[in-house]
């Protein structure tokens, strides 16, 4: 079946305490990327990949680190979490057209809280 | 720099009428346009998108949007609403050229009552 996964699904962590969140794609996506979702605020997007070594900042990168050694993984990496990094993160991928995003596929997202 | 206003935090509509969510938009270019919807407690899924061509995209569940360049708005439009399509709608726009960042708006929920 053609998904995106993400892990973990729900993650309560305290401040300053480096954390992973790994997403993973099977349907062989050039693009990747993380989003953030909060109330009022929309889709935010944190950090996106063309390919594999290729990555770019979105709106919202402060405080996030991403890595794309291979075409299937995109971890999102938090060195040093704060509480207003409590949100709800979706990762999702894209096959590119002529270098062009298309039609996105969305992970099941990962509920981060910070206390 | 891209940007998505979705003015309306909710549309309300009663089953079997016309809706309406609306999507303006700004990107230096020509722009690549998406709707996706979010049903509750779920993820994001897309739902059609604009890239060049005819400006009436048809997409999932009986969807269509119309890609208006003067007014820069491609508006997300449904002949007849069901109860469930009761969802939260996001617009997202990206460029034709270039690094593919994607700017999404921040949501419009729909709420058709029967």
């Known amino acids: 079946e053609a998904q995106v996964t993400q892990n973990p699904r729900y993650l309560i962590t305290v401040t300053g305490k480096k954390l992973t969140v790994t997403c993973s794609q099977n349907?062989?996506?050039?693009?990747m990327s993380w989003y953030r979702q909060d109330p009022g605020l929309g889709l935010r997007q944190i950090y996106y990949?063309?390919?594999?070594?290729?990555?770019d900042k979105g709106d919202v990168p402060e405080g996030y680190k991403v890595s794309r050694k291979e075409k299937r993984n995109f971890p999102l990496i938090l060195e040093s979490p704060s509480p207003n990094q409590t949100s709800l993160y979706f990762c999702?991928?894209?096959?590119?057209?002529?270098?062009?995003?298309?039609?996105?596929?969305f992970g099941p997202g990962t509920r981060l809280t910070v206390l | 720099a891209q940007s998505v206003a979705q003015p309306e935090d909710q549309v309300n509509v009663a089953e079997g009428n016309p809706l309406t969510v609306k999507c303006t938009y700004s990107?230096?270019?020509?722009?690549?346009l998406f709707w996706y919807v979010q049903y509750p407690n779920r993820g994001l899924q897309f739902l059609l998108k604009?890239?060049?061509?005819?400006?009436l995209v048809k997409g999932s569940y009986g969807f269509e949007a119309e890609f208006n360049k003067s007014q820069t708005s491609f508006h997300l439009k449904k002949p007849s609403a069901l109860v469930s399509d009761s969802a939260l709608y996001f617009c997202?726009?990206?460029?034709?050229?270039?690094?593919?960042?994607?700017?999404f708006g921040t949501g419009t929920r729909l709420l058709v009552s029967p």
């Open positions: 999702a991928s894209s096959p590119l057209t002529g270098g062009i995003i298309n039609e996105q596929f």
């Open positions: 349907m062989n996506h050039e693009y």
């Open positions: 990949s063309m390919n594999v070594e290729v990555t």
């Open positions: 990107v230096s270019g020509n722009p690549y």
């Open positions: 604009y890239i060049t061509g005819d400006n």
């Open positions: 997202a726009v990206s460029r034709n050229t270039g690094f593919q960042k994607l700017v």
